[in-house]
Every structure is written in C-alpha cells, then in structure tokens.
C-alpha cells in the first residue's frame, strides 16, 4: 500500500520517472501521482516504491 508523498515508479503503461503519490481512491485500488506539472492515476498493481 502506498502513503501520500510516497515515490513510486510506474511498472507498466505510461513510464516518465519517478512520482509523488497525491491521493488514493477509497478502495484502493487507484493511485493518484504528480510527475512535474503532469497529474496521472494510476492503478495500484501498476506501481512500485522508487
């Protein structure tokens, strides 16, 4: 499980570094990052801690 302000990196889909987990949808199972001025969501099982 991931933490608001966590650094995770992309597994799949979409790979443009290193991000800032902003928020998590309330089953969990979305995550939601910030790569510079680039707001994305992400599904859980597509990320992993930098």
Do not use: C, N, W
Not at 17 to 33: A, I, K, N, P, Q
């Amino acid at each position: 499980m991931f933490s608001i302000d966590d650094r995770v990196v992309a597994t799949k889909g979409v790979d443009i570094g290193e991000m800032v987990v902003t928020g998590l949808s309330s089953d969990g199972f979305y995550v939601h990052v910030k790569a510079g001025d680039i707001t994305l969501t992400y599904p859980a099982q597509d990320l992993q801690k930098a």
